[in-house]
């Protein structure tokens, strides 16, 4: 497996949404793991016999698969009276139903209990995702049509 391949396979996974996967073969064993704090893959090169040769290893630098934006220590303070909606499942995130429906929810828009804010598409199944506290949109953390993993912030909402 040449340093391309490799490369092409890290891609793969990035944009697949899997948090880990390992791949095993004659000569060779490769780990790829994608954290969904750093957005970063992570490659571990292992050859499966001991060389003859000190063999150079595999170059593992991160390679970005989104933007994210960091979070300093004042933006966290500021955030904390606000309450973060997490995505519940593993999927790709549509902020609208179809692409000719308008948003269903937009920044500084007011918010029930109950309304639904985003829907989740997983496995060809499409999932609203309704919200569980009243208030307003401050923030939306992610791109529209972007996967998102488990637990992952979507929205921050400022319930006063």
């Known amino acids: 497996m040449d340093l391309k391949e490799i490369q092409n396979l890290i891609k793969f996974v990035a944009k697949s949404g899997a948090s880990e996967v390992k ?17 970063h893959s992570t490659v571990h090169y292992a050859p499966m016999q001991a060389p003859m040769q000190q063999a150079p290893p595999a170059p593992s630098e991160p390679q970005q698969t989104g933007a994210k934006p960091a979070v300093t220590t004042s933006a966290a303070d500021e955030s904390s009276k606000y309450i973060t909606i997490k995505s519940p499942i593993i ?18 828009q007011t918010i029930a209990e109950g309304d639904v804010l985003c829907v989740i598409e ?27 993993e488990f637990d992952q912030p979507l929205f921050l909402v400022d319930p006063s």
């Open 122 to 148: 997983a496995m060809k199944l499409f999932n609203e995702i309704e919200s569980e506290v009243s208030g307003k949109i401050v923030k939306i953390l992610v791109d529209d049509s972007s996967p998102v």
């Open 23 to 39: 791949l095993e073969m004659d000569d060779i064993k490769i780990t790829i793991r994608t954290g969904s704090e750093q957005e």
């Open 91 to 108: 999927g790709t995130f549509y902020r609208k139903p179809s692409p000719d429906k308008p948003l269903f929810v937009e920044v500084g």
